[in-house]
């Protein structure tokens, strides 16, 4: 009898990626939040969002979730986010 072994891993796929332009101030700017659907990851964005806001004078914000750490963010989601803010912070929670 002879025995198989399968290896259900595959290997990684390279992605290119671009880093993001920063910003040099953050007054006036609209701020996105993304929580990653993680328990307490919105209460650590919202944190994040008060001491940047005391710091900043922050025009405004939006405020996303994904529905599932699981999952990738919704393609319409990060075009949104992308679209609408200055800045996006993201968080994982636990």
């Not at 332009?21 to 609209?30: P, Y």
């Amino acid at each position: 009898m002879r025995l198989k072994i399968l290896d259900p891993t595959i290997a990684a796929e390279p992605a290119e990626s671009v880093e993001a332009k920063r910003v040099a101030n953050l007054d006036g700017t609209i701020l996105g939040l993304l929580s990653n659907g993680k328990v307490n990851g919105d209460r650590l964005l919202e944190l994040v969002h008060h001491r940047l806001a005391a710091r900043y004078r922050i025009e405004g914000d939006v405020t996303m979730a994904k529905a599932s750490a699981s999952r990738v963010s919704d393609a319409a989601m990060l075009d949104a986010l992308a679209r609408d803010c200055d800045v996006v912070v993201t968080a994982i929670g636990d």
